[in-house]
């Protein structure tokens, strides 16, 4: 006997199994919390890199340097018209209405010459003060709300049991690469293996890589911490490779949404909101 999958969907059928608390009150707080911090610093942090759209390999920049690895600007046409210009390791692509020059006449700030449109940034106007303050409003609130989780899991072993991958777990990556790949999507107690592996790589690689390069960003803590800086090759690298660590991010909330709407919206979103999740018969709670 099977009934339909939670979301409605015709066709996504699953042996209908019990209830069973998959996430704990901890995970589900701090999770909502990084979202909303995730989607102000990454406004913000557009807004903060249309100042000086260009990005840098080393310790310094400059006209005098050769050291650029992505940039965004504008040029003026042959014909009078402005073009949009991004240049990504010396390749050079007319990105006119998404990048370097955007917006409409019927908008209230009209055609802009700027990096990233207004659309994409907060504030929406050139602001690099305010999107500053917003920046590392939330930066630090990402922060300590990281530093909870990872006591909080330490203590309730959702750190090892759910996060870190295990032996098994890499063993059993092939074949749960197979199933994601043929849209099978079993819904057990425990996270899949590549559920643990994503899981591992934002939260113990990419969460502290961008925090640290944003800190070795700042005059005080390159005073305080000077080998900081050093570790990533200057501030420059440090800003490139923190605006990388962004591009991945925003990557991994794609796909983060597009397996939530995959493997069934409502009995996700249901087990980061009351913590309930509805297994497979079959898997038996494993």
């Known amino acids: ?37 995730l989607f102000f610093l990454l406004l913000s942090g557009l807004q903060i890199f249309n100042a000086h759209p260009s990005l840098y390999i080393g310790q310094e920049s400059g006209f005098e340097y050769n050291n650029s690895v992505l940039s965004i600007r504008a040029e003026r046409r042959p014909d009078g018209g402005i073009a949009g210009i991004t240049t990504i390791w010396g390749r050079t692509f007319d990105t006119t209405g998404v990048l370097g020059f955007s917006g409409s006449e019927d908008e209230p700030l009209g055609r802009r010459v700027r990096a990233f449109p207004a659309s994409v940034t907060i504030p929406s106007y050139q602001d690099l003060a305010t999107g500053r303050v917003v920046h590392f409003f939330f930066g630090w609130v990402l922060v300590g709300t990281m530093l909870v989780w990872f006591i909080a899991s330490l203590i309730n072993g959702h750190l090892r049991r759910d996060i870190v991958p295990l032996g098994a777990d890499i063993r059993g990556l092939p074949g749960d690469v197979a199933s994601h790949a043929r849209f099978r999507f079993p819904r057990k107690r425990a996270y899949s293996p590549l559920q643990k592996l994503a899981y591992a790589v934002v939260l113990l690689v990419l969460f502290p890589l961008i925090v640290l390069t944003g800190l070795a960003m700042s005059p005080g803590i390159n005073a305080a911490w000077p080998w900081l800086i050093d570790i990533f090759g200057g501030r420059q690298t440090a800003r490139t490779i923190h605006f990388a660590v962004m591009v991945l991010l ?29 297994i497979d018969a079959r898997e038996g709670g494993k």
């Open 1 to 37: 006997m099977t009934a339909a999958d939670e979301s409605g969907t015709p066709g996504a059928l699953h042996p209908r199994g019990e209830l069973v608390r998959r996430q704990s009150a901890w995970t589900r707080v701090t999770h909502w919390i990084w979202a909303a911090c």
């Open 250 to 278: 925003v990557g991994f909330f794609v796909l983060h949404v597009v397996m939530v709407l995959l493997a069934g919206p409502i009995n996700t979103m249901r087990s980061m909101i009351t913590g309930k999740y509805r």
